[in-house]
């Protein structure tokens, strides 16, 4: 009696994909046959396209977790649990059990099984490689080679070459594919300020004298909660006039890290499946899991957010918070040196006036201004532009010398004195001592007088000692 043709598994396609039937039910069948076969199919119930074997699947993944028996009447049982309104699970299964006895042998099957998962499990470190690697531009066939094409010499005639107009998405502020922080204190009005931009940038209205450019919005909420965001943010779309079509969107409490790779890489398919152009993450401190003063820590963080922003084209900006002294960003060097914009929101607890400072735009004048924060009731809130205020005498002092003991340590006075930017020394001594009152600077040196320029000085929440 000849044999049987066997079936050729040289490269079967839906080892791939599990788009076909006979796929789905060889797969099924193969873990009928061998049950034990579970453990190594590693397989999502998303992958099957036919709705009817994609249950019958879960409900063989969630039997073989419960350690109960696999075949076909036990699942008969489990999947009455799961009515579907056009679907006969007896007919399923007995369709099923019709072509078991047909098929081409346990053997095949298992090999089925263990050849996906194989494939499956080798795609998926591939694409852990190149994650960790934090390179887009990396295909597999490079890892594969030891290719890394990074690194590409250009010449100076490309710099010559007519460059595209700058993409604004509040012009003369924030272009497109830029990433940006704002920080301030708690209660300075972040985040009502942010969805107050994101709004008006998504119904391309100005916001506080500046133009924007229409499009989608992204706000990703990470300290507030979903109750507290969609009441302010409701009060920001009601002020606006706007309706359920204005393009913005929001998630809160995700659990989103800039410091995953998994969470980069939705981030980036997102925006660009949306087409957002600008995107608000609250705050920095939530989703970052090292440490903010690291370098280290935070160096991989700002190389995400600068990727995400040049792969997708949105402008990100994140919202962050100061140093105890309430005068500089909490948090790494990096983190300025990484950004093309830089503001410190300012305002007090109970004032309605909100001032904005730019410490750095590499885009654009580092210009400073204001806004009333307009609430109407509990229904609207807006920001209404208005003159700044004439700087406070010695606020500028006090800065500096904030700013320096913090960038230099422990520090003698004579060089604080002696390197005074956008104040005198003189006020940087009146403010010195101000601050040595208020408790937020102290003395560590005791062998010399407190009026002696060799004395050193230290912010108050550091330890090291000079003399």
Same mark, same amino acid.
Not at 17 to 20: D, E, G, M, V
Not at 140 to 143: H, M, P
């Given at each position: 009696m000849p044999e049987e043709p066997q079936q050729a598994f040289s490269d079967p396609p839906y080892l791939e994909?599990?788009?076909?039937d006979q796929a789905c039910k060889d797969l099924l069948n193969a873990l009928l046959i061998d049950p034990l076969c579970i453990d190594q199919a590693y397989v999502e119930p998303e992958e099957f396209e036919n709705h009817r074997y994609r249950e019958v699947y879960r409900a063989m993944k969630e039997l073989g977790a419960e350690g109960k028996r696999i075949d076909i009447s036990v699942l008969l049982l489990r999947? /009455?649990?799961?009515?579907?309104p056009d679907v006969n699970w007896l007919a399923t299964l007995t369709e099923l059990e019709a072509e078991l006895g047909h098929s081409w042998s346990m053997d095949t099957y298992q090999e089925v099984i263990r050849d996906r998962s194989n494939r499956r499990k080798e795609l998926i470190r591939l694409n852990q490689e190149v994650t960790r690697l934090f390179d887009p531009r990396l295909s597999?066939?490079?890892?594969g080679r030891g290719r890394n094409p990074r690194f590409q010499l250009q010449s100076a005639a490309k710099a010559l070459e007519p460059q595209p107009p700058t993409e604004w998405v509040v012009k003369g502020l924030l272009p497109r594919g830029s990433v940006g922080v704002i920080y301030g204190e708690p209660g300075s009005k972040k985040t009502y300020s942010t969805l107050s931009l994101e709004t008006c940038v998504a119904a391309g209205k100005p916001w506080c004298g500046y133009e924007t450019v229409q499009g989608p919005v992204l706000f990703i909420d990470e300290e507030s909660g979903e109750a507290r965001l969609l009441k302010r943010l409701g009060m920001t779309l009601r002020a606006s006039l706007a309706d359920e079509s204005l393009p913005m969107q929001y998630t809160s409490l995700a659990g989103f890290h800039l410091d995953d790779p998994r969470d980069v890489a939705w981030l980036k398919e997102i925006i660009k499946r949306e087409e957002i152009v600008l995107v608000v993450i609250d705050s920095f401190s939530a989703i970052v899991s090292g440490d903010e003063n690291s370098k280290k820590d935070m160096q991989p963080v700002m190389t995400a957010l600068r990727q995400i922003a040049e792969e997708t084209g949105a402008a990100m900006v994140v919202i962050h918070h100061p140093n105890k002294a309430q005068e500089k960003y909490r948090g790494s060097s990096v983190i300025k040196a990484a950004a093309d914009l830089f503001i410190h929101m300012r305002s007090e607890n109970g004032s309605d006036y909100v001032s904005f400072t730019t410490e750095k735009n590499r885009d654009g004048a580092a210009r400073s201004w204001?806004?009333?924060?307009?609430?109407?009731?509990?229904? /609207?809130f807006y920001l209404e532009e208005c003159a700044p205020k004439k700087e406070e005498e010695g606020s500028g002092s006090r800065g500096y010398v904030l700013h320096y003991l913090e960038e230099n340590g422990a520090s003698p006075m004579q060089d604080i004195l002696e390197n005074a930017e956008g104040c005198t020394s003189k006020a940087a001594l009146v403010a010195l001592y101000k601050l040595r009152d208020e408790g937020l600077v102290k003395r560590t040196s005791t062998g010399t007088p407190p009026n002696d320029r060799r004395a050193w000085y230290i912010l108050n929440d550091r330890e090291e000692s000079k003399d």
């Open positions: 994909n599990l788009s076909s999947l /009455q649990d799961n009515p579907l597999f066939a490079d890892v204001a806004a009333r924060a307009v609430w109407v009731g509990d229904k /609207q």
